[in-house]
């Protein structure tokens, strides 16, 4: 069985069937199974259904699939106590969330209730693109996030009329506690601005959120009265606050508060406070880039490296297209003397996509959330244009010391 292959779900399904009932797994031993594995943190390096036993040496990516497939089936399974009826339902809850609204969906806007429809919605939400910059960008959060579907899918089952709401506003009371999680570091480092940009990037159901909680007395948490939201909530909120070193006395009161605001047991609290911290050091050798002190420090310098080649490997046709945008330039070369205003950075920004969208190799920056790594593309620049840069920076430095006294 390769989940790479068509027909993958009607090979494994009967597996994750036998082990739900087989086992009577609950909801409390399959969340601990699962967190095991890595999916919670965007990052599955091992499955539940078949362990360390993988019949082929699987992708990450193929292991995501399978992960995300069980917790779905189980949620199913849990409610209905039948596998009959699955894919029916499945079916129904993606295009109640609107598919049309969300790019995402695109391509499934009535899908059929077949294993192979499911199949292809599972691609589509698992990011599986092959070029490295993209893949690594995508998955370093947006795979994170994934569970959020199956809380929606549990909600659906019993509330099938309310679920576009319930996704709403279950997103954005989860980036609430991740924009809280972050604030609670002692000492914040500019990577931990571009983890929240990446999560802002990952969200599907909200557009433009806003923190509107400043305390977790103040969180809307009624839609979290389920185990599986409860455990998640907190498991994310550790995520985004880990780092190598251990927790300082301001985060562990933070993720304890929260758990017990959410009204979860003592070990409960403490495992999720410590288990991120040993799920990375434990399986360091199999996370390449979690194999650092900070992940998205990592992340951001190897992204940085490969935006390099792209704009030298395209030299010729960006100072081209460059030389036809002359007040792209000369508002480049004012940015290293002074701030921008509002207007010139989204001048800046509109004409930098305009020029990646005639340079085929630089598409990267025109794919969703694409537009976290231009201030990267305009580090670069002026490697490219030395002369013009430095005459635009050398002219308005003239120009404020004869303004100034």
């Keep these: 069985m390769n989940p790479s292959s068509t027909g993958w779900i009607a090979k494994h399904q009967p597996v994750v069937n036998q082990l739900i009932t087989q086992q009577h797994l609950q909801s409390q031993e399959l969340y601990d199974r699962i967190l095991k594995t890595g999916f919670f943190y965007g990052v599955s390096v091992t499955t539940m259904s078949y362990g360390a036993k993988e019949p082929l040496r699987w992708t990450e990516i193929e292991r995501t699939k399978l992960n995300f497939f069980d917790c779905l089936y189980f949620v199913y399974y849990q409610q209905y106590q039948a596998e009959t009826g699955f894919f029916d339902k499945i079916t129904s809850f993606y295009s109640e969330l609107n598919p049309r609204a969300h790019r995402y969906f695109s391509g499934f806007s009535k899908p059929k209730p077949t294993a192979a429809s499911l199949e292809k919605i599972i691609q589509e939400r698992i990011q599986t693109n092959e070029a490295t910059l993209q893949k690594n960008f995508s998955n370093l959060i947006t795979n994170a996030l994934l569970f959020l579907d199956v809380l929606c899918f549990e909600h659906f089952l019993k509330n099938p009329a309310d679920v576009n709401a319930y996704a709403i506003q279950l997103e954005a009371t989860l980036m609430n506690v991740i924009w809280m999680a972050l604030l609670q570091k002692e000492e914040k480092e500019h990577y931990d601005k571009l983890l929240l940009k990446l999560f802002e ?205």
């Design 201 to 405: 990037k990952s969200l599907r159901y909200n557009r433009n959120l806003k923190q509107e909680a400043q305390t977790l007395q103040e969180l809307p948490l009624e839609h979290f009265n389920t185990l599986f939201a409860k455990r998640y909530a907190l498991d994310l909120a550790a995520l985004a606050i880990w780092d190598d070193a251990k927790l300082d006395k301001t985060e562990f009161l933070f993720l304890n508060s929260f758990g017990t605001i959410l009204e979860l047991p003592k070990h409960i609290i403490d495992q999720s406070t410590t288990y991120v911290h040993d799920f990375i050091q434990d399986n360091r050798h199999r996370i390449s880039y979690l194999n650092y002190s900070n992940p998205v420090k990592h992340f951001y310098n190897q992204t940085s490296q490969t935006v390099k080649v792209l704009i030298l490997r395209n030299k010729k046709r960006l100072l081209q297209e460059l030389a036809e945008s002359k007040d792209l330039v000369v508002l480049l070369g004012q940015s290293t003397v002074r701030d921008l205003s509002k207007a010139e950075k989204k001048r800046v920004k509109t004409q930098l996509l305009d020029i990646c969208k005639s340079v085929p190799s630089l598409a990267i920056f025109m794919l969703p959330g694409g537009g976290v790594l231009l201030p990267l593309l305009i580090k670069f620049i002026p490697e490219l244009l030395p002369s013009a840069f430095n005459d635009n920076r050398i002219d308005l430095t003239a120009d404020n010391n004869r303004d100034t006294p």
